[in-house]
């Protein structure tokens, strides 16, 4: 690559899928779970500042900043703090406004795992070539199975160079299907999952949005003007990005722009959406598939995710079962059950 | 009943079988397994000192002495003090050579349950019978099912009185059956279980001792004898009691003697020898049988047990499992396997 890119990293997010872990100021991105450093960790480490990358640019809320910043070390970065959560469309504008025009953005979520950098990286290149002819280019994970809580993408004709394939005009964008249509698209090939893993020229996307969602980016690029400096950390004016409708970059631009692309790729990428994807990416497991953080004893136990949390876990003659201590909370569940934590958490929380 | 019964209980027992929360100096029966007081408390009330009952002598280690006096309040009591454990003949034959010659001693365990104290109280009326004849009485619980756990006592010939039935000959003590046998006990009738109730004259054990286990009375005679007072309790003499050789009573005294009888008693009796008794003893459970002491949401659950120890314990989509917490200590386990609770008390004490 030629140009810089400027890794943008999306923190805002809390969600409660790994409750109890995962709660309040302690979003999953902040938690060391997969490995011994954090998924914003990894996600910085993925783009490291250097020849290809400039130093990220870290969008989050108010909340995270002390722990962004302890995360981060030593290591050079910019925030710029959203002062009430308003979607990634919002959160993306700040980013374009606070950009200089030519800039490419590789906007990236913060709690995801990507098993092989080295494919993530040559998508990059690929995306690059895209991103600079005005292409707002997506990156699509090739799927291995037909999950339906991915929104999918429909790769339409090749975008190639000579005897280079950079990727596919994006034919369409479909929602979380039922499961008939997901194991359909996967015997069709053609179909990507969308990661909400972005790459395009900043000018591009603030022409995008001017069109497609205006008031997000007016209301974006003014609090960033009225925005408050403190140390790395550029506060957004609270006035003003109040004033933007909350809504995903998905809906806001993406599905309505004419020139998207998508760069499939095969990463070794999860979400790490529910326990059961911690357990089944746990790189340390005993010969009985039990994946182990903390102190636990297990005596006749198979595929067993344990995370102790500083207690003793003791468990006898089980299979497939998650029991995540954090704090006071003890959470006890199969991992085929993994969606319904939400029960546990909204009665918890 | 028309001679006064000195009720002896017997607290030296420690255990693992209800791990986390039986262990060291907090042993079973000091726990609220089964309603809002202890085990032990609900022994000591189930013999209220008064018209029929002395105040109980209470036989327990040193470890236990604070636990027995904070339990007791200012209920009236005499405790001796067991130096170290000898077994449940050298407990007994502390308390025998303490007591006057023809009182009749009534011996409990602390750490079981009695529903139906009504039925017991009849049955007691019974071995009174008995006891003032010199029979060395034991109460049999009516078995309900072929259990492998227990002690079985074979009934021999009916021992009565004009038209009333106080009990039998006992023809013979079973160790625990395989469960074949058991459950041929249980077919045939005239089988019950040895709960380590017992029921005799003082003077009468003292006899049996001598001649069954000499060894055994003469070092608790002698601990007693050269025992240190403090307060409310006897502190039994180390050095003679470390010479009484450690046995049960039912080896060393009632399988031996050729005057034992039986009272078989249906009262509701469970010796919570497992979380799975527990469970099953439990007397509040929800619509989904879920036994619940302290701060659980359960989503989905049927049948489980949970004891959540000052913790909040949240559980979804499980069924006939336990959750046991206390302090750092959180198990974790199928209510069918509660007997290999060993492994992980084991493994953690």
Redesign the interface.
Known sequence: MTLMIQPVILCGGAGTRLW?ESRGTRAKQFLPLAGDTSLFQQTVARTPAGADFLPPLILCGDGHVATVREQMGDSEAELIVEPMPRGTAAAIALAVARADANTLLLVMPSDHVIADVAAFHAAIAKGVHLAQQDWLVTFGISPDRPDTGFGYIASGGPLENADEAWGFVVDRFVEKPPLEEAEAMLAAGGFSWNAGIFLFRAARMRDAMLTHCRAIFEAADEAVAAGMRDGDALYADALAFERAPADSIDYAVMEKDDRTAVVPVAMGWSDLGSWHAVHALAGDKDAGGNAVAGDA?L??CRGILVRAG?????????EH?A?I?DG???????LA?AQ??R??AK??E
């Open positions: 109890p004893f005596h006749d500083g207690k003793r876990v003791s468990i006898v003659g089980m079962v029991v201590v006071d909370d003890i959470l006890v569940m199969p059950r319904d934590v029960a546990a009665a918890r």
